[in-house]
């Protein structure tokens, strides 16, 4: 079973960064596409990011220009850089594997951000 493990998260003032982890177990990983989702509370999760196994990236318009998505296979890791944090951005962040050949995905615990002074 697939087990996705995230961290980063924290508590940070308006204008610093983050960079959000999420480590995968097993080999799956080398092929998968890797999502971001967050989840603020009283909203629904939303995707935000995505790097596919060949790198491409995927963006919400939302977060363009301040969030970067980056994946390490050696590591099993795929990474989320957040910059000039704002508290609108205060969230449960999820780290989503999407097999290739559309089998089900697996979801992480979710690491929480919180942006206030």
């Known amino acids: 079973q697939v087990q996705l493990v995230e961290s980063g998260g924290g508590l940070v003032q308006p204008g610093g960064s983050l960079r959000l982890s999420c480590v995968v177990s097993?080999?799956?990983?080398?092929?998968?596409?890797m999502g971001w989702y967050r989840q603020a509370p009283g909203n629904m999760r939303d995707l935000i990011a995505r790097?596919?196994?060949?790198?491409?990236?995927y963006y919400e318009n939302s977060v363009k220009g301040r969030f970067i998505i980056s994946r390490d296979n050696a590591k099993n890791t795929v990474y989320l850089q957040i910059t000039n944090l704002k508290p609108e951005d205060t969230a449960g962040y999820y780290c989503?594997?999407?097999?290739?050949?559309?089998?089900?995905?697996?979801w992480g615990q979710g690491t929480k951000a919180t942006v206030s002074s």
């Open positions: 790097i596919f196994s060949d790198g491409t990236k």
């Open positions: 097993g080999s799956i990983f080398v092929t998968a596409s």
């Open positions: 989503h594997l999407a097999p290739r050949g559309g089998a089900p995905g697996s």
